[in-house]
């Protein structure tokens, strides 16, 4: 637990210091405004702090500028890898690939918590 609280201030620090070198980011403010409850609902539901959501969201999004963001609501550069919804198409590691689409932001940040806590791929950071 100690390193995960230390990990969480590391990130939460390194956020800080990047927005004061921005001048305070208007548009990162904005986001974390709009999102931050969000953010926190999913904390309380599946452990996932909402600092590191918000900070993940903010990068992969663009601050909820980048074209996912604005055509899926896609937040968190989530790709489709058997998704039944809605769908977008976006240049990433390659051309034309496919991305999960969002009716709603919430919709993207539940299923990044979902993504998180089921896949494989990320269980051994909930032993930090």
């Given at each position: 637990m100690r390193h995960f609280i230390r990990i969480t201030l590391l990130l939460l620090v390194s956020l800080q210091c990047y927005s004061q070198s921005m001048r305070k980011n208007a548009a990162y403010e904005r986001y974390i405004g709009r999102y931050a409850e969000i953010a926190v609902?999913?904390?309380?539901?599946h452990g996932i702090p909402a600092s590191i959501t918000l900070a993940q969201g903010l990068i992969e999004s663009g601050a909820g500028q980048s074209e996912l963001a604005r055509k899926g609501n896609n937040h968190f550069g989530i790709k489709c890898h058997g998704w039944q919804g809605r769908k977008v198409y976006?240049?990433?590691d390659l051309s034309g690939e496919c991305f999960r689409a969002y009716?709603?932001?919430r919709q993207s940040y539940e299923d990044?918590?979902?993504f998180l806590?089921?896949?494989?791929?990320?269980?051994s950071l909930f032993s930090l």
């Open positions: 609902e999913q904390m309380k539901l976006h240049d990433d009716a709603t932001a990044h918590s979902m806590v089921k896949g494989r791929r990320y269980q």
